[in-house]
């Protein structure tokens, strides 16, 4: 017998699937067995959103980083590496961890209107 739900093969009377917990209906045909089984851990979209977190998290590292050096150090470096910050944050916008890149972009906001006050 096949879960319906993810495709995993499960013993015969049980109730729940061991792999997603889908409640299995015993009366329900076996799958056929040359159906391919979606599997989320080798899915495209799962290592690109891994991808696009890690630009999100960047984002918000190097927006802190231009902050720093934008009010200690230097108005255009500081300018110039929030401009990077942004580039990363608009590609993990898309990501799981999306708030990182909404916080990095906010915090580039505020470099760029610091820059334009200073």
């Known amino acids: 017998m096949f879960c319906s739900k993810c495709g ?3 013993n015969e009377g049980v109730k ?3 792999g997603c917990g889908t ?14 089984v979606y599997n989320e851990s080798t899915s495209s ?9 890690i630009f999100a998290i960047i984002c918000f590292v190097i927006s802190v980083v231009s902050f720093i050096i934008f009010i200690s150090v230097d108005y255009l470096a500081g300018f110039i590496i929030s401009l ?6 608009y590609m993990g916008l898309k990501s799981a961890k999306k708030y990182f890149s909404y916080i990095g972009l906010g ?4 470099v760029f209107i610091l820059y334009m006050v200073y």
């Open 8 to 10: 995993i093969e499960v």
């Open 23 to 36: 409640q299995l209906d015993s009366n329900a045909p076996a799958a056929p067995q040359n159906q391919p």
């Open 16 to 18: 729940f699937c061991s």
């Open 45 to 53: 979209d799962y290592q690109s959103t891994d991808k696009e977190s």
């Open 107 to 110: 915090i580039s906001i505020i």
């Open 84 to 89: 990077v910050a942004d580039l990363f944050g």
